[in-house]
């Protein structure tokens, strides 16, 4: 599932915008569509990691959520104009909030059977990593069309792929652990329990950490392969460079374990923040394509290291009974993150190029401020 759902973001991620640009959208609206969707899915999110954590229906949500993935998509190939493009694209984000709940599985099978989180969710890199070449290859040879083809095609193999996920028994808890009781006899979950997650030790700084250090990826995300064609780059780079970083990310999940115990949760966060202020302030002076090279592998640290130290930073501190609530918390402070820095990279990317790179490293020097304080606070 993990697969299913990175191999369609592998295409959309770089390549979405360009497809955009194809259909003769302007920077301005292209900002829009990149945003807008991800503030909707930010605001929707936690709710449906509620109502999964309240009626244990994650599974069921997954499949629902991955039709309407395939939907937004179809719609969004037939789209013509900016209106009925956002209208597209805001079924997309909702689609797109399945991937909290798929976290939340993943994660209960870390804390209840000891599996390895990292050896699962390489295998969303793999396939992003794929989905980078692959596109790549079939944008330079078809064109941007091509792209859409793609994503409708990721879209069917995600539906048919979480008819597979793990299902949860009316005696089960929604992670797996057999409770002796049905679900019914057991305490409702309430809306004052989930905003009481806010009050958990270390929770706001922690969230602080990883939104920021996520979101800091904003620029890159909207407008990084478009600058990338403004240089004069051969399309066919576009993948490669981004399955740099893909390279090092899956090295790092797979070989997790040891890291966290040799590093640490709170650790890899630090690193994954202060690795990405470096990287964002050389971004910002337009690197040639052989320093972009060494620049895309640290992306599978600054995303990788950061995103895994989290994952298991969060499992630590959440109540198990909010686990969904949180990671979709974990998701939405990652997509405002990202919104907040899209939106300063519209304004800033055409009047000042590669040099609004040095906002995200800012954002990324707030996030390694954070990430050190829940270290310490979790050592005190």
């Not at 292209?30 to 930010?42: D, K, N, W």
């Not at 037939?78 to 493009?85: V, Y």
């Not at 904003?218 to 970083?245: E, I």
Request: glycine letters at 8%.
């Amino acid at each position: 599932m993990f697969a299913a759902m990175f191999f369609i973001t592998g295409i959309s991620t770089p390549f979405l915008p360009v497809w955009f640009a194809s259909r003769g959208f302007s920077v301005a609206e292209i900002g829009l569509l990149s945003t807008l969707p991800q503030l909707a899915r930010s605001l929707v999110a936690p709710g449906i990691g509620f109502e999964a954590d309240r009626n244990h229906s994650h599974r069921q949500l997954v499949l629902v959520l991955t039709a309407v993935g395939l939907a937004a998509w179809l719609a969004l190939s037939q789209a013509s104009g900016f209106t009925l493009a956002l209208a597209a694209m805001l079924l997309v984000a909702l689609g797109n909030t399945a991937s909290p709940l798929v976290e939340t599985i993943a994660m209960a099978g870390v804390r209840t059977h000891g599996y390895d989180y990292g050896r699962m969710r390489l295998w969303g890199s793999a396939a992003f990593v794929v989905a980078n070449v692959l596109a790549g290859s079939m944008f330079s040879r078809f064109g941007a069309g091509a792209i859409i083809s793609l994503l409708i095609a990721g879209a069917v193999i995600a539906c048919a792929l979480s008819v597979l996920m793990p299902s949860m028994t009316q005696h089960d808890d929604p992670y797996g652990r057999r409770t002796g009781e049905a679900p019914a006899r057991r305490k409702p979950l309430t809306m004052a329990d989930a905003r009481d997650l806010l009050r958990v030790p270390n929770m706001k700084l922690m969230l602080l950490a990883a939104g920021t250090v996520q979101g800091a990826h904003g620029m890159f995300y909207a407008y990084g392969t478009l600058h990338w064609q403004s240089q004069g780059f051969n399309p066919s780079w576009f993948g490669a460079l981004w399955a740099f970083g893909l390279i090092t990310e899956i090295a790092l999940f797979w070989w997790s374990k040891e890291a966290l115990r040799r590093i640490g949760a709170s650790e890899l966060m630090i690193f994954g923040a202060g690795l990405s202020v470096f990287r964002w302030i050389v971004m910002g002076f337009d690197p040639n394509l052989l320093v972009l090279m060494p620049l895309q592998i640290c992306h599978g640290l600054t995303f990788g290291a950061s995103h895994l130290g989290a994952m298991h930073v969060l499992t630590r501190i959440a109540p198990v009974d909010r686990a969904a609530t949180a990671q979709a918390l974990y998701a939405l402070v990652s997509t405002l993150g990202i919104v907040t820095a899209t939106a300063i990279s519209a304004r800033l990317y055409p009047l000042a190029g590669a040099h609004a790179y040095f906002a995200m490293a800012v954002m990324a020097a707030i996030s390694l401020a954070a990430a050190i304080r829940v270290r310490q606070l979790r050592e005190a």
